[in-house]
């Protein structure tokens, strides 16, 4: 049965003292490696749905279908960035050289730049309340100085190589099928595109319907990290638990521990990539386990002491939010 309430479910405590060093915390004040529970906060496309989203490079093959499925899931689109073509119209989106030559400001931003060019297009963009970055590859340090850009400047990114995310019933911002998601009140992260498009289709075939369904970004580094996203969806009202996938590499999932016994919503966690050989990157550029502490085992049996219900799959995830609803 969709949307029921799963409120009363515990947390356990988790146990402190994991805090390692990280080579990037210099660049990135806010890594998730920092160990520290974040304050509330809230992601803005929880609280108000985005009504005026821009588009980055909106005129290559790839970004001109996913402009067709946003406008389908009835995402309101209302101009494109393409330095150079200023002044054209192209699949009825406006074109403007720059942001600021936009007649109103942007709530959101969904950008198609290549790699190269993320760095400069999330500076530009920075300030607009959501921005959705869906190159993969990245630079390792441009995706830094983005992430940080857009936090100084108030900014929700959601990615690099991301397919963005959806509020069902609501609008898309990316490339997620809304077809796969039906509303309701189950939030989904993921690191693993496949896995977001999985998760989406199996709860909705299951009819457990979604508040929200998000790919946080499958690169080494993303916007926000999976416990940030876990402070914002434990304050939204509309939110009675949530499904997180993860996957071998980083650290991210030792943060999310952590952060797991402040959350007053149950937390089903799964990881991917169990049998994954060490040092072998496995689909995308974030999913390398190069230390015993990036593996499944280790970062599950992490989340297991932070109170998470662990899962080996998603048909277990599914199973386990049931039994929670009873």
């Known amino acids: 049965m969709p949307c029921a309430s799963f409120a009363g479910a515990a947390c356990s405590s ?26 509330v906060m809230s992601a803005p496309f ?7 989203v821009v588009v980055f490079n909106p005129t290559g093959r790839y970004a001109a279908a996913q402009v067709a499925s946003m406008r389908e899931a009835g995402t309101n689109l209302v101009a494109g960035i393409a330095l150079g073509r200023g002044g054209e119209v192209v699949d009825g989106l406006p074109l403007h050289d720059d942001v600021r030559a936009l007649p109103e400001p942007a709530d959101a931003a969904v950008i198609y730049t290549p790699p190269e060019g993320v760095l400069d297009a999330v500076r530009a963009a920075a300030g607009i309340p959501s921005i959705v970055v869906a190159a993969e590859y990245v630079p390792v340090h441009d995706g830094l100085r983005a ?13 690099p190589n991301t397919l963005g995310l959806c509020v069902p019933g609501l609008g898309l911002l990316g490339s997620i099928a809304p077809s796969f998601c039906t509303p309701g009140s189950v939030a989904v992260l993921c690191r693993s595109g496949t896995l977001t498009l999985t998760m989406a289709r199996l709860l909705t075939a299951a009819g457990i319907g979604q508040r929200v369904v998000a790919h946080i970004g499958g690169d080494t580094v993303c ?11 434990a304050a939204d009202p509309a939110v009675s638990a949530i ?4 996957e071998i590499g980083g650290d991210k ?6 952060a797991i016994p402040s959350c007053p919503k149950p937390v089903v966690a799964m990881l991917v990539g169990r049998h994954a050989p060490p040092g ?6 974030g999913a390398l386990a190069g230390a015993e502490r990036e593996t499944a085992a280790a970062k599950l049996a992490a989340l297991a002491a932070g109170g998470a219900h662990v899962a080996r799959d998603p048909e277990a995830v599914i199973a386990i939010l049931k039994d929670l609803n009873r």
Not at 26 to 32: A, D, G
Not at 243 to 246: D, E, L, M, Q, S
Not at 280 to 285: N, S, T, V
């Open 223 to 233: 916007g926000r990290n999976p416990h940030e996203w876990l402070a914002a969806l």
């Open 147 to 159: 992430a940080q850009a857009a936090r100084a400047a108030g900014s929700w990114m959601v990615g």
């Open 46 to 52: 929880l609280s108000s749905f985005p009504r005026r």
């Open 253 to 258: 999932e030792y943060a999310l521990a952590e």
């Open 280 to 285: 072998k990157r496995m689909g995308h550029a």
């Open 243 to 246: 499904a997180y996938c993860g």
């Open 14 to 39: 988790v146990p402190r003292g994991i805090a390692t060093p990280c080579w990037c915390s210099s660049l990135l004040p806010s890594c998730s490696a920092r160990r520290t529970v974040p304050s």
